[in-house]
């Protein structure tokens, strides 16, 4: 089974960026490494991301910075579900091996692969 492993102050970090988002949509990008039946994400790193609430155009200016070890993205809907929209899973395709997203009220995330498919997430 898939799991996506990530620290706690990396996923308290994402929340609270998306709390404070909030209506609009955050993104972010974390850091981490491939494990054996997943990753581990270690950090947050806010990238240079011009603009943030305009929806999933947002995504046309998503830019991962190469070589920072960015394994997932991370973002916000500001209302539930916490699951992949039609412009997500174009997004989850064309990027990263794995991706988190959160919804009010916040309190914890889900994880997603590039396909779309749910795979556990730990926080460790
Ligand atoms: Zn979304």
Redesign the pocket.
Known sequence: MVTVRIKRAALESALEAAKHTYPD?FIGILRGKKEKDGALLTELLIAPFSTYGN??SSYSDFHIPANVGAFASF???PYPP????A??LQ?FSRSLPFHL?ACPPFESANAFDSKGKQVALEVV
């Open positions: 949509e929806g999933f973002h916000s809907h916490a699951s992949p929209s412009g997500d997004f997203i």
